[in-house]
Nanobody, 126 residues
Framework: QVQLIESGGGLVQAGGSLRLSCAAS????????LGWFRQAPGKEREFVTT????????YYADSVKGRFTISRDNAKNTVYLQMNSLKPEDTAVYYC???????????????????WGQGTQVTVSS
């Protein structure tokens, strides 16, 4: 079992920044990939970014590339999402997810992630 708890969401003006955190507990943190997904009102949940168990590989959705940065601190069992140059279209509930198999990847495919946090709301005003 893995428990994931996100924090750091809030209200920010367009062009501003936020840093989300996701604290993990349960299975050995350094053994699994971690991803961030988001769901805007009335839309499907979508991939944002992912990072490999070692931190050596990262992938981003085109919509956030160059603005968002994912990182992880295996000593603190925490993954971060630094979001800069935020836009109103970034408004969504952001979810942290864990792919505990981590044999290959990491990938953007939602179904590969077995554990999910409860989400944190990010609202970007124009």
């Amino acid at each position: 079992q893995v428990q994931l708890i996100e924090s750091g969401g809030g209200l920010v003006q367009a062009g501003g920044s936020l840093r989300l955190s996701c604290a993990a507990s349960g299975r050995t943190f350094r053994n699994y990939h971690l991803g961030w997904f988001r769901q805007a009102p009335g839309k499907e949940r979508e991939f944002v970014t992912t990072i490999s168990w070692s931190g050596g590989s990262t992938y981003y959705a085109d919509s956030v590339k160059g603005r968002f940065t994912i990182s992880r601190d295996n000593a603190k069992n925490t993954v971060y999402l630094q979001m800069n140059s935020l836009k109103p279209e970034d408004t969504a509930v952001y979810y942290c997810a864990a792919d505990i198999d981590a044999v290959v990847g990491p990938y953007s495919i939602e179904s590969l992630y077995e554990y999910w946090g409860q989400g944190t709301q990010v609202t970007v005003s124009s």
